[in-house]
């Protein structure tokens, strides 16, 4: 432990300004989930035969979610600063191992019970102006946010253990 304590990031704009671009990359993937929660919330209350809401027709596109896999830039950042970390860090320190499983865990989370449901219903909502009789659609919601609550909690896991860097 005390190794760890009295190793430090190197002295450089650039390790600063990549640290800088991995936080904000983070805080970016966190809102994109939340706007994901915050839809598919909104969404679910929408009557059948109701028109849908222009903000359901906007956010559910047809194709892939382009802006939710911004939590894919998070590892890749993380990878640029441990190659600036001029050593001071690698994949066998602790807090970097830790933070890229609990990373890997919401990535598989959220395409398998994110982006895959979200691209159900927005072909759903794509396919008519309208929600349909049908409530097998809403069914995917749910599963949406919940799956959203645990990625984030991941996400959030991750942004602690790099702070405490245990």
């Avoid at 396919?127 to 919601?141: F, I, K, V, Y």
Wanted: aromatic share 8%; hydrophobic share 55%.
């Amino acid at each position: 432990m005390l190794e760890l304590a009295a190793t430090s990031p190197p002295q450089s704009a650039a390790y600063d300004i990549v640290l800088l671009v991995h936080i904000l990359v983070a805080i970016g993937a966190v809102v994109t989930l939340v706007s994901s929660y915050v839809a598919a919330a909104a969404i679910g209350k929408v009557a059948p035969g109701s028109p849908w809401p222009s903000s359901a027709v906007r956010y559910f596109r047809p194709g892939p979610d382009v802006v939710g896999r911004v939590i894919y830039l998070i590892p890749i950042t993380g990878f640029a600063l441990l190659g600036l970390s001029q050593h001071a860090y690698s994949l066998a320190t602790s807090f970097v191992g830790i933070g890229l499983v609990l990373w890997v865990v919401a990535a598989v989370v959220a395409e398998a019970f994110v982006f895959r449901p979200a691209g159900r219903v927005a072909k759903v909502v794509a396919s008519s102006g309208t929600a349909p009789n049908d409530e097998q659609w809403r069914r995917q919601l749910p599963v949406m946010r919940w799956s959203i609550d645990v990625v984030l909690l991941l996400v959030v896991a991750g942004a602690v253990v790099m702070l405490v860097q245990p």
